[in-house]
């Protein structure tokens, strides 16, 4: 297919996403399915072209003027692809396969429209209700801050310090183009392309041996914060499929005890597996069973309890720009309960002196700084660790952080446009 013809099959797709309300993943599934002459390269190249869409939706039609499919499409080759009018028109010509010839009135709005008046909810791509919940953590910024987090991410890994070293990882995945990440120490950077195409990483031999995780920097920053240490008793309360039990686990060194659980014995399934590729061997997986309570035998022992605490996930949406537009209040509400609740779980399993590390990848302060300040009001045996004091503990670059992420009275907020990751909020609390 030419350049030209995956644009039209682009604006079939988005049409058929917008009649039938079906998540476009399903969409481009079927899409697969029907246009089986249709290559990978095509393939990606569409699905690119469909995430960058539903990336821009709501500013592309402000820009155009124009709501419908096609001129979705036009506006967000300006604006997510910076294209000029000249090489819009040039793809766009009519020729057999190819989208009509622009308009007079698409002409006009792609050189003379901007988002300059736009309505932040439209200027930054997200959902209207969210905007005083936005507002409160961004202000005036928050349309700057959304389309950061509406922007395409790259592909972070952390090098598994059980089984490799940064220095030596990176130069075998040179010809992926990777970079060594700002800020974690850990962290290697492999930037993704317009054409949405998956880099292959677990073919990688380094992947294979466990030496490299897929994990955004945020989730590594946010790990590290945790200042897990060999010899402790650490249990990792929503452990899920293990991205941050991993993380732990090699700042244990192979050293103390590490549990690893979660509510939702369907989420922790792929994690045994992940384990034993990182050549993790002191962590114990609980597997939840009927009501039980599987930590029954810990009270008041753990030097740290890590809650990745369930949450709306604002702080991904540039890794999902569909869930975004498909979040509803009521979605935030059952979170917020979540967390109080898995909160409370972990207060009596902390030891006098040990520390709660709270983290979400939401941006919104409600999960935040406010579960923070009400679990400190109910459990005064608690107070929270002094930002700057979490991070300094990791690693030289505190200053710098401190000048880029959010800081507030409870903690970290790090977010795409500021430190250049997934939104991740990270509170320390110590007992005692
Ligand atoms: C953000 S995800 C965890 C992601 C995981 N830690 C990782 O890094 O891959 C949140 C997890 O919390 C779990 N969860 C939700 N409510 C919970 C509760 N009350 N107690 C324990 N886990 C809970 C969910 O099942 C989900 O796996």
Redo the contacts with the bound molecule.
């Keep these: 297919m030419t350049p030209a013809a995956r644009l039209s099959a682009a604006i079939d797709l988005i049409a058929t996403i917008d009649a039938q309300r079906i998540p476009a993943a399903k969409a481009l599934k079927e899409w697969g399915t029907a246009h089986r002459y249709a290559g990978s390269g095509d393939r990606a190249a569409i699905s690119g072209l469909i995430w960058d869409v539903l990336r821009r939706q709501s500013s592309a039609a402000y820009l155009m003027d124009d709501d419908s499919a096609r001129a979705r499409l036009l506006g967000m080759l300006k604006l997510e692809r910076g294209m000029d009018l000249a090489t819009i028109a040039a793809l766009c010509d009519g020729s057999r396969f190819a989208p009509e010839p622009l308009s007079t009135a698409e002409e006009a709005a792609l050189t003379s429209r901007s988002l300059a008046d736009a309505p932040a909810a439209v200027a930054g791509d997200y959902p209207e209700w969210l905007d005083p919940y936005l507002a409160k953590v961004f202000g005036d910024d928050r349309a700057a801050e959304a389309t950061a987090m509406a922007s395409r991410a790259p592909l972070d890994l952390r090098v598994n310090t059980l089984r490799g070293k940064r220095e030596k990882v990176l130069p075998r995945l040179a010809h992926l183009g990777a970079t060594e990440t700002p800020w974690s120490p850990l962290g290697l950077r492999i930037a993704l392309g317009a054409d949405a195409r998956n880099p292959g990483i677990n073919a990688e031999e380094d992947f294979i041996k466990g030496a490299i995780e897929v994990?955004d920097e945020g989730?590594q920053l946010a790990a590290l914060f945790s200042a897990a240490k060999p010899g402790e008793q650490v249990i990792?309360?929503?452990?899920?499929?293990?991205?941050?039990?991993l993380a732990i686990a090699a700042m244990m060194g192979g050293k103390g005890r590490l549990i690893a659980?979660?509510?939702?014995k369907r989420?922790?399934a792929p994690i045994h597996e992940r384990l034993s590729r990182a050549s993790v061997h002191n962590c114990e997986v609980r597997t939840p069973r009927g009501e039980a309570d599987v930590l029954s035998d810990i009270k008041a022992s753990a030097d740290l309890v890590l809650i990745?605490?369930?949450?709306t996930?604002t702080g991904t949406w540039r890794r999902n720009p569909d869930a975004k537009w498909r979040m509803r209040p009521g979605a935030l509400e059952v979170r917020l309960k979540?967390q109080a609740?898995?909160l409370a779980?972990a207060a009596p399993l902390v030891k006098a002196g040990g520390r709660i590390a709270y983290i979400?990848?939401s941006v919104l302060s409600e999960e935040n700084g406010e579960q923070v300040r009400a679990f400190v009001a109910r459990h005064p045996e608690f107070s929270v660790q002094p930002p700057e004091e979490t991070a300094s503990v990791v690693w030289d670059k505190a200053e710098a952080f401190a000048g880029a992420a959010l800081r507030s009275d409870e903690g970290w907020l790090m977010t795409p446009r500021r430190t250049g990751t997934d939104g991740f909020f990270v509170s320390v609390l110590k007992k005692g």
């Design positions: 994990q989730s990792d309360l929503c452990a899920g499929a293990g991205g941050k039990t659980t979660d509510h939702d989420q922790l990745d605490a369930p949450c996930g979540d609740e898995v779980r979400t990848c």
